[in-house]
């Protein structure tokens, strides 16, 4: 018989982001280990029989933290499970994995993506005034500053220090499963064909130039140090190199700001913004280095999805997913986003085909692909569930 597990989650819609994504990938992994996971969820659209919507009759797109609190207390009353799994801050679950990192250390972050003392200042200052960020922070605080509570999964030993540093966590209550992605994506060969022939032709290149091309993906351009690679690509077109570059920026930010930034550097020629992108491994698929030079990331999803189909990859020791692959071999870490010239170097020095040829190639002899799969990060949190339902007296 299998052990009943549930889930929380805020909505199960996973356009929305990476932490929806990545519980439905969990879910279907666990599954496959023999668990039958259960998504409790306040809203969302679903038929599914494992996923139940507790809050869909309450007014609005999202469900206050006490409301769902109320609406998941119910449901446990009248359904059995051996293990809850959250994602957000309830203390009544067995193990919380904040998929986001720490409240506290993301406002901070946040904050300093800013670039500007007295903008950051103003943000940590009213940071308290969205009540609900305030509602989740200090029910993250209570929750982990005790010597008692749940399990923190953290998705990195970047996640880990910030409970430590934050609020006090005591290190045995906090076990770090570092992120994990589907490795086994399809790959449609017309499409990824189709967009390098369209990407090529907004830059007014041909196959014969043969471009560098740099990959940008995220949705908050701002938090994920756009216009700090603009600028350090600008500086790039400085240096004599090999191959030339270009910049590919994928997701759903405001990109009019970015467009007069390059504008003004005179690379604008040299950018171009694709906006959403359904398959982000079709645009992997048809450029060379992927970069995210982020101000903040508990575990990026799209640095794992890089490595996962070869790709070197560039970004900051404040994202996570730096846990997975090593400086200097698979990629490139930059201490401080905020250094544009340590980036400028890593763009130059993957505008050099060995150089690039050489990460790949170390990606793939020291097997990347299955650390950073999802199937790995599975089984770490089996693990954790059968310590955890052993203590509660056997599976």
Do not use: W
Not at 117 to 133: D, G, I, M, P, Q
């Amino acid at each position: 018989m299998k052990t009943k597990i549930a889930i929380i989650i805020e909505r199960t819609n996973t356009a929305l982001g990476g932490a929806e994504r990545s519980v439905f990938e969990l879910t279907s992994a666990m599954s496959g280990l023999g668990f039958e996971v259960h998504i409790l969820a306040a809203k969302g659209q679903t038929e599914a029989k494992n996923i139940h919507i507790l809050c869909q009759d309450n007014p609005g797109m999202r469900t206050g933290f006490f409301t769902f609190a109320e609406a998941l207390k119910k449901h446990l009353s009248e359904n059995q499970y051996r293990l809850i799994h959250s994602v957000l801050p309830f203390d009544f679950a067995d193990v919380y994995q904040p998929r986001g990192g720490a409240y506290a250390e993301s406002i901070l972050r946040n904050a300093a993506s800013y670039q500007n003392k007295v903008f950051e200042s103003y943000k940590k200052l009213t940071a308290f005034t969205n009540f609900r960020r305030s509602i989740l922070l200090r029910a993250e605080r209570k929750l982990a500053s005790g010597p008692d509570g749940p399990l923190i999964a953290a998705l990195s030993e970047y996640v880990a220090e910030q409970f430590k540093q934050h609020y006090g966590t005591n290190a045995q209550r906090i076990v770090v499963i570092p992120n994990g992605v589907k490795t086994d994506k399809h790959i449609n060969t017309n499409q990824v064909d189709r967009l390098r022939t369209q990407i090529l032709a907004k830059l007014g290149l041909k196959e014969a130039d043969n471009p560098i091309l740099f990959l940008f993906a995220a949705n908050n351009f701002r938090l994920k140090g756009l216009g700090i690679l603009i600028k350090a690509m600008a500086a790039a077109e400085g240096y004599d190199t090999e191959r030339k570059s270009y910049l590919i920026v994928a997701g759903e930010g405001h990109a009019h700001k970015y467009r007069q930034i390059a504008r003004g550097l005179k690379i604008h020629k040299k950018i171009i913004f694709l906006g959403q992108v359904r398959h982000i491994q079709n645009a992997l698929s048809v450029t060379d280095v992927a970069v995210l030079p982020t101000f903040y990331d508990p575990s990026s999803r799209y640095i794992l999805e890089a490595l996962a189909v070869g790709k070197p990859v560039i970004t900051t020791r404040f994202n996570g997913a730096t846990d997975l692959f090593v400086n200097n071999r698979h990629g490139k870490v930059i201490d401080k986003p905020e250094d544009i010239s340590a980036l400028t170097e890593a763009i130059v020095y993957f505008t050099d085909t060995n150089n690039i040829e050489k990460a790949s190639q170390a990606i793939a002899e020291d097997k990347i692909e299955e650390e950073i799969s999802i199937r790995r990060a599975a089984r770490q949190m089996a693990s954790v569930y059968e310590s955890i339902l052993q203590r509660k007296g056997g599976k």
